[in-house]
């Protein structure tokens, strides 16, 4: 893949991300939220559906063992249903541009989450970043020209629902990307479809409602994750999500241009602020000696520049991403990581 190519596919993923706020604004005034966000998240699996399907025989999720089967679960519960849930409801109350703004909480939620629950490491820079993400919060929510408490809350509480999803997917073993996406589209988005239609019948006349739905989840619940997925393989995850942070602002702009919201001061010092955190948390990361434990899993990985995946594949090249169950030999290094599949150790003192 060219040098600029997978940056252009990061970008692209941030767009298509980000549209989805205003757009969905738009498709409230129609459908209830619970109606949306079964679409939506149906429209994601329909956009997933080929690649998952590619990948293996989704029966061997059923197959896979008990860990694997309740992160899975709880990540559709909190990311498929709950999370799409909170925004919309949101979303009903407040501006799209605030609501754009206040998705940067995503990052600092999972941060926060990650540092509380799931054994990641957090600095004194990290937690610096998810104080500027929760002041640029208060901003958007103080005052009556800014959107207020209840709209923030919610949204609150769909980064928070969103973060454990992260965490909860980041530590699903065995199964790709793709097949978690379609899985957690396809249950969360039927069950809420479901709720929707009881409580609010969908009319037959709504069919290009309906329709413009479906492609929206498409396009920004999984087109856009695939793109972000291709995007982080070539360059990074770290670098792939700098940009991808850069999906709330398309957000503002589009809520900007074709919903006819205004811009005030408050939204412009809550995006700078909101832009701070987010870099103070990118840039998050450390270095020291740590211990790998002996352990069997499988998941997409290569062997280019990668202190933990040394078994050779003859006339496979080291730059290839590739899937197989593999095993891992106790060893001792030090040298900067991020938390993931191979470090969720604990820090009994703060490390840079």
Request: hydrophobic share 50%.
């Amino acid at each position: 893949m060219p040098t600029k190519a997978p940056v252009v596919l990061a970008i692209l993923a941030a767009v298509l991300f980000g549209i989805a706020t205003p757009a969905s604004k738009w498709l409230l005034v129609d459908l209830t939220p619970f109606q949306l966000a079964g679409l939506l998240y149906l429209g994601a699996a329909l956009a997933v559906a080929p690649s998952a399907l590619r990948q293996g025989n989704l029966a061997q999720v059923l197959r896979s063992d008990r860990k694997t089967r309740m992160r899975l679960l709880g990540a559709v519960v909190f990311g498929g249903m709950l999370g799409p849930l909170a925004l919309l409801f949101g979303l009903q109350l407040a501006q799209a541009t605030s609501v754009s703004l206040w998705l940067n909480l995503e990052l600092a939620a999972t941060a926060a989450l990650g540092a509380f629950v799931f054994r990641d490491h957090l600095s004194r820079r990290g937690w610096l970043g998810i104080a500027a993400a929760l002041l640029a919060s208060s901003l958007l929510a103080w005052g009556s020209e800014t959107a207020g408490f209840a709209p923030g809350a919610l949204i609150l509480l769909s980064c928070l629902c969103w973060g454990l999803d992260n965490h909860l997917t980041a530590l699903i073993d065995g199964i790709s990307p793709s097949q978690s996406t379609f899985c957690k589209g396809a249950v969360a988005g039927t069950v809420n479809l479901a709720i929707g239609a009881t409580l609010a019948p969908i009319s037959v006349e709504g069919a290009d409602i309906i329709l413009a739905a479906l492609l929206l989840g498409a396009l920004s619940y999984g087109a856009s994750i695939v793109l972000y997925i291709r995007s982080a393989q070539a360059i990074g995850a770290t670098r792939a999500q700098v940009l991808f942070a850069s999906a709330p602002f398309f957000g503002v702009a589009v809520s900007v241009a074709a919903l006819g919201e205004s811009v005030s001061m408050l939204h412009a010092v809550a995006a700078a602020l909101f832009i701070v955190g987010a870099v103070l948390l990118l840039i998050e990361g450390h270095t020291h000696e740590h211990t790998h434990e002996a352990m069997t899993h499988e998941h997409a990985h290569r062997h280019d520049d990668d202190h933990h995946h040394t078994h050779v594949h003859p006339g496979l090249p080291a730059w290839v991403r590739h899937t197989h169950r593999h095993d891992h030999i106790p060893s001792s290094h030090g040298h900067p990581h991020w938390p993931d599949l191979h470090h969720r150790h604990r820090h009994k003192e703060s490390v840079e």
